[in-house]
């Protein structure tokens, strides 16, 4: 830490701060008279302030750093598209696969009703056989709601 120790400061763990000299001034060089010039006592603290460019310089300067930014943002996007992308996939897929179950469902239900519609059927012919054998019974009707009915008087 730069600065001097007075030693009779109330607080003897402050140290005060010695003020830089002028930019140049140490290394004998004359200050750059298009700079401002400072009031006595003044300090220039900002000895690493940027060279000002003519616009075509610093554009051509910071092209390169203005390219690798665009690139990273570029990127950045592309990844986030990615991820986007691959959450949607994975939203489309579970609902093909929740259709496709509900498709399988259904399909195995009405294998299941038919089956039992083709068992009645069945129950009934072998009831209109039956009856057609005993000349006793009436009406013969199909429980399944078909409409099958045989008068066999």
Known sequence: MTGVDTGDHPRPHVRHHTPR???????????DP?????APGEVDYDDTA?????PAAQ???????ARATAAERDAADAVARAARDVAEARKAQG????????RAATAAREVERRRALQAQHDDVRAQLRDARADPVAEFVTCRCGSG???CLS
């Open 34 to 38: 298009s700079r401002r010039a400072f």
């Open 148 to 150: 099958v009915l045989a």
């Open 21 to 31: 000299p002028r930019p140049g001034s140490e290394r004998g060089l004359t200050p």
């Open 50 to 54: 940027p060279v000002e460019l003519p």
């Open 95 to 102: 609902r093909a696969e929740a259709e496709a179950e509900a």
């Open 59 to 65: 554009t051509e300067r910071h092209a390169p750093v």
